[in-house]
């Protein structure tokens, strides 16, 4: 069974910074791409960033040069660096994986349960 466990979610000033992890574990052959998403309520559920296994990656306009995305193979962790928060950043972010079991030739896609981030004064 793969579980992807996240963590560093809060309550943060406009301005602030906050790091959410998320780490997958479980029988993991591969892990592909990783990202993260958000959903404020009432919104829709929206990419944030998105990382490969190579390490190219990939924002969202409203995020670029606020937030950073990066990995670590060894640990199957994905990090989420949010710098300069605003409150429209207040959401529930949940971390996304796209990997394969040990065993198996599928890839499949797995979600976090998700981590509040509130950004207010």
């Known amino acids: 069974q793969v579980q992807l466990v996240e963590s560093g979610g809060g309550l943060v000033q406009p301005g602030g910074s906050l790091r959410l992890s998320c780490a997958a574990s479980?029988?993991?052959?591969?892990?592909?791409?990783m990202g993260w998403y958000r959903q404020a309520p009432g919104e829709q559920r929206e990419l944030v960033a998105a990382i490969t296994s190579g390490g190219g990656t990939d924002y969202v306009d409203s995020v670029k040069g606020r937030f950073t995305i990066s990995r670590d193979n060894a640990k199957n962790t994905v990090y989420l660096q949010l710098n300069s928060l605003k409150p429209d950043d207040t959401a529930v972010y949940y971390c996304?994986?796209?990997?394969?079991?040990?065993?198996?030739?599928?890839?499949?896609?797995?979600w976090g349960q998700g981590t509040q981030v509130t950004v207010s004064s």
């Open positions: 996304n994986a796209e990997l394969v079991q040990l065993g198996s030739i599928v890839a499949t896609t797995y």
């Open positions: 479980g029988r993991i052959f591969r892990t592909n791409a």
